[in-house]
Nanobody
Framework: EVQLVESGGGLVQPGGSLRLSCAAS????????VGWFRQAPGKEREGVSC????????YYEESMKGRFTISSDNAKNTVYLQMNSLKPEDTAVYYC?????????????????WGQGTQVTVSS
């Protein structure tokens, strides 16, 4: 059974940092691209970043560049999202997702597996 489990969310003040984790099981991790997406209340889901576990290539939504960093530990079947300089507008439920393909991008419909999400709240 494929499982993606996110963790690391929480409440943080503006300007603070969080590191999200996505622990995967039930599939050959190093053949998948794993992405992070988020959805704020009343807004559509948007892509954040993704990483190919095959060759390590990454992709970021333009507005996330410089503040967010995605990384992967294939030995632990885990993808991380380091988020720095957080802003109130980063408040959302963050989801990780996986696709078994060479695709490195943020079109959500191309991802086959999704986690349940972790809440990130940026507020003073």
């Amino acid at each position: 059974e494929v499982q993606l489990v996110e963790s690391g969310g929480g409440l943080v003040q503006p300007g603070g940092s969080l590191r999200l984790s996505c622990a995967a099981s039930g599939f050959t991790f190093d053949r998948y691209t794993v992405g992070w997406f988020r959805q704020a209340p009343g807004k559509e889901r948007e892509g954040v970043s993704c990483i190919s576990n095959t060759d390590g290539s990454t992709y970021y939504e333009e507005s996330m560049k410089g503040r967010f960093t995605i990384s992967s530990d294939n030995a632990k079947n885990t993808v991380y999202l380091q988020m720095n300089s957080l802003k109130p507008e980063d408040t959302a439920v963050y989801y990780c997702a996986a696709t078994y393909s060479d695709y490195v991008g943020l079109l959500g419909f191309l991802y086959e597996y999704w986690g349940q999400g972790t809440q990130v709240t940026v507020s003073s």
